[in-house]
Every structure is written in structure tokens, then in C-alpha cells.
Nanobody, 124 residues
Framework: QVQLVESGGGSVQAGGSLRLLCGAF????????MGWFRQTPGKEREGVAA???????SYGDSVKGRLTISQDNAKNILYLQMNSLKPEDTAMYYC??????????????????WGQGTQVTVSS
């Protein structure tokens, strides 16, 4: 059974930085992609960053240039470095994995496994 466990969330002032981590357990073969999503109350969960099996990365428009996704395949850890944070980045952040061929990991419909979420709060 695949399990994703996030850590690293917290509270920070606008302009600050945080690094989120996601440990992946129970993998018997590589996922097609992994990603980070975020959600605020009353809104749909949105994909903010993704990385595929070749290491290619992609980002949502609102976070380009500020968030960086990376992974350590040897340790099965996914990272999200968050710089120049804004109050609108406040959300619950979720790690996600997809085994769907051709998945981008930017759509919730492609995701097979979710982490439990970690809260990021950015104050102005």
C-alpha cells in the first residue's frame, strides 16, 4: 500500500520561505508523476507543481518563479521549496502521486494517492 506523508508546513510572514517534504512509502514501481496540490476552504484542490518520471517539472501560473519542486529518488522524498511567499499562498498543501500513463499530476482526476496534508499560513 502506497503511503505519502508530508511535513514542513507552518506559519511565515509574507516574503518568507518554507520547504515542504513528502516521504513516499510502499512503492513497488515508479509513479508516472508526483505533484503538490493546495486547497483552501470552499475551493477546489488545485495543482501547483509537478515532476514526471524523467525529472521534467511544471508549475501553475500563480507560483512560477517562486516555488520549486524536486525529488530525491534514492530516498523517495519529494520536496517543494517555497520562496517569496504571499498571503494568497495560504492553504493546505497535499503531496500526490499518479500511476496513470501520460498524467501531468496537475489534475485531481489523475491522482491515485494523496498525503494527509500540511498547513501553510502566510501572514501579511
Amino acid at each position: 500500500q502506497v503511503q505519502l506523508v508530508e511535513s514542513g508546513g507552518g506559519s511565515v510572514q509574507a516574503g518568507g520561505s518554507l520547504r515542504l517534504l513528502c516521504g513516499a512509502f510502499g512503492y513497488t514501481y515508479s509513479s508516472n508523476c508526483m505533484g503538490w496540490f493546495r486547497q483552501t476552504p470552499g475551493k477546489e484542490r488545485e495543482g501547483v507543481a509537478a515532476i514526471d518520471s524523467t525529472g521534467s517539472t511544471s508549475y501553475g501560473d500563480s507560483v512560477k518563479g517562486r516555488l520549486t519542486i524536486s525529488q530525491d529518488n534514492a530516498k523517495n522524498i519529494l520536496y517543494l521549496q517555497m520562496n517569496s511567499l504571499k498571503p494568497e499562498d495560504t492553504a493546505m498543501y497535499y503531496c500526490a502521486a499518479s500511476f496513470m500513463y501520460g498524467a501531468s499530476c496537475h489534475s485531481v482526476r489523475e491522482i491515485h494517492y494523496w498525503g494527509q496534508g500540511t498547513q501553510v499560513t502566510v501572514s501579511s
